[in-house]
Nanobody, 122 residues
Framework: VQLQAFGGGLVQAGGSLRLSCAASGRTVSTYVMGWFRQAPGKEREFVAIISGGGSTYYADSVKGRFSISRDNAKNQVYLQMNSLKPEDTAVYYC?????????????????WGQGTLVTVSS
């Protein structure tokens, strides 16, 4: 599976962005698809995941502001980010794994995209 994340950019605090992750190589409709982020000088952290059945899980820091969704027909996953804060500034990565185990841990994911930079100015 190859993943490509795009849609990042510069936005003012309070604004919105929508990230997309396009998968190729095989269908990911049954895969757990996740978004992670890595801010400068920090470790990569869990943001959100969506299961093959559509169940969603969010980090507390983004709950109520971010929404993850998927379009299996397009083999894509999205992250709608609203009410953005400067602390959301990071490189955002999409990732995929086949099972629901250890969904919060970066080293449990088999496939990663290249990352897209989100910068939120104050």
């Amino acid at each position: 599976v190859q993943l490509q994340a795009f849609g990042g950019g510069l936005v003012q605090a309070g604004g919105s962005l929508r990230l997309s992750c396009a998968a190729s190589g095989r269908t990911v409709s049954t895969y757990v698809m996740g978004w992670f982020r890595q801010a400068p000088g920090k470790e990569r952290e869990f943001v959100a995941i969506i299961s093959g059945g559509g169940s969603t899980y969010y980090a507390d820091s983004v709950k109520g502001r971010f929404s993850i969704s998927r379009d299996n027909a397009k083999n894509q996953v999205y992250l709608q980010m609203n009410s953005l804060k400067p602390e959301d500034t990071a490189v955002y990565y999409c990732a995929a794994k086949a099972t629901m185990s250890s969904i919060y841990y970066t080293n449990a994911y088999d496939f990663w995209g290249q990352g897209t930079l989100v910068t939120v100015s104050s």
